[in-house]
């Protein structure tokens, strides 16, 4: 620091007193030039901040609408998936008249051929009937007083008439297949309800 009052400027000769002025004026320069440099600087982080704030705020913003949109695609998709077992219910729905001509042909096949082989069947067993009866007349007349020979004759030879017209042979042979055909077909209509069963369930949306 200069003490101004022992210090005669007057006395400073003329060049020195145009050197410091001139280095006063570009000290005046410098400060001033700092002075808008700092303002300058200041104004760039104040706008830096306002800009930080402002994205900040466009992220967050982002973000909920984004959490938004992730809730509706969770619910859009849950109503998908429930409109979907909706439309298959529906279509299994749609196909029950289709199904039951179909199901009552499938099980009046099997039926049919059950029924028929059934009839069969109780004629069958009438002829059995009737040799079975036959046959205990028979035993009991051989058990008998030799004098009935001409009756017993007369039954073993309507015994032999009887199988003969009847074809027992054939029948022997013709129960077995009927039995096997009248399992089998039962067989089958057990398979058709169980897969109708099995259809009309409607807890499964997979490919079947």
Known sequence: AIDSGKFDFARMPEDSLDEL?????????????????????????NALQRLNRALEAKVAKRTEQIELQNRELKQINNDLKLAQ????????????????????????????FINSNVSCLRNYIEVYIQICNRTKALLALSSESTSYHEDEARLIKDMASYLKDQDIDFINDDVKGLLKDTDDGLKRVIEIVKNMKMFSRADSDTMQ
């Open 85 to 112: 077992q909706q439309l298959l219910q529906a279509e299994k729905m749609a196909s029950v008249g289709q199904l039951a001509a179909g199901l009552a042909h499938e099980i009046d096949n099997p039926i049919g």
């Open 21 to 45: 002025a001139e280095v006063a004026s570009a000290f005046n320069s410098l400060v001033q030039n700092l002075e808008v440099e700092h303002q300058g600087t200041q104004s760039f982080h």
